[in-house]
């Protein structure tokens, strides 16, 4: 974990709110794993005194290693709004990276990736790592799920990449209309994965958890907290595991990637 002050190199717009923003540092993020995550604080701090919490979208790779990280969000209030506005040259206060990341196993044979939303972020951190790691794309399939078209997000990356995509939106303005854990569950009970990761809302992954837990498939997921640090110290993103377990678990260092069989939605 190293805090530094880095150079913004770029900040992109992706559609209605969407932007992706990419951030020089190099060293610290060498060794970075798919879910770990950042705190960024903005050197502007007139509203925005504490850090804000962003999935590794990916890791910008160059010639002599990794050049930075790149970060998907969502404008939703005063501090994404001024992240919106930064360009090339600006400069934010970056801390990581931090949290426990996706366990990838060598040995899987079957793989499905599911997002729900902004939930995308670290699963294409992910799908870059697991092609790097020599698991092969077409044991990949990704299940993207969104309220309308104009909310999903970085489709070209699991395309190009060569995995199966499956798309669905609320509003059936693109792909499937219905929910994207719909399309999962007909999948696992045809062709069940060794293994399934999933980043999304909350009810999403619930419903991630049963389909996992009645197929007996394992899975992991990233969950969203609330944080103030992001190193454990505030206590503020507790959540619940099993009753046989400790009460709770803290999402930003015991996560935010959890065995979803320990999770107590």
């Known amino acids: 974990m190293i805090q530094e002050t880095v150079e913004v190199l770029w900040n992109e717009k992706l559609g ?75 400069r934010v206060d970056l801390l990581g990276p931090l949290g426990k990341g996706f366990e990838i196993s060598l040995d899987d044979s079957r793989i499905y990736l599911v997002a729900g939303g902004i939930g995308v972020a670290p699963l294409v951190f992910l799908s870059l790592s697991l092609k790097y790691a020599g698991i092969s794309p077409d044991k990949c399939s990704v299940y993207l799920g969104a309220r309308s078209k104009g909310d999903l997000l970085r489709k070209d990356v699991f395309t190009d990449l060569g995995m199966t995509l499956h798309i669905t939106t609320d509003d059936g303005s693109a792909g499937n209309a219905c929910l994207v854990t719909h399309l999962l569950e007909v999948a696992v009970k045809e062709n069940p994965p060794d293994r399934i990761y999933a980043c999304g809302p909350v009810d999403m992954l619930k419903c991630v958890k049963e389909i996992a837990q009645t197929y007996a498939v394992p899975c992991q997921m990233s969950i969203e907290a609330m944080m103030a640090c992001g190193i454990g110290a505030c206590l503020g993103c507790a959540v619940e595991v099993r009753e046989d377990m400790d009460i709770y678990r803290h999402v930003c260092v015991d996560g935010p990637v959890f065995d979803a069989s320990i999770l107590k939605f």
């Open 16 to 90: 209605d709110s969407y932007y992706r923003i990419g951030l020089a540092s190099g060293k610290a993020y060498l060794n970075a794993r798919p879910g770990q995550f950042v705190m960024v604080r903005l050197m502007d701090q007139s509203d925005t005194l504490l850090r804000r919490p962003f999935s590794i979208h990916r890791q910008i790779r160059v010639d002599r290693g990794i050049g930075g990280i790149e970060l998907l969000y969502k404008v939703v209030g005063s501090c994404t709004e001024k992240l919106s506005r930064l360009n090339r040259g600006d």
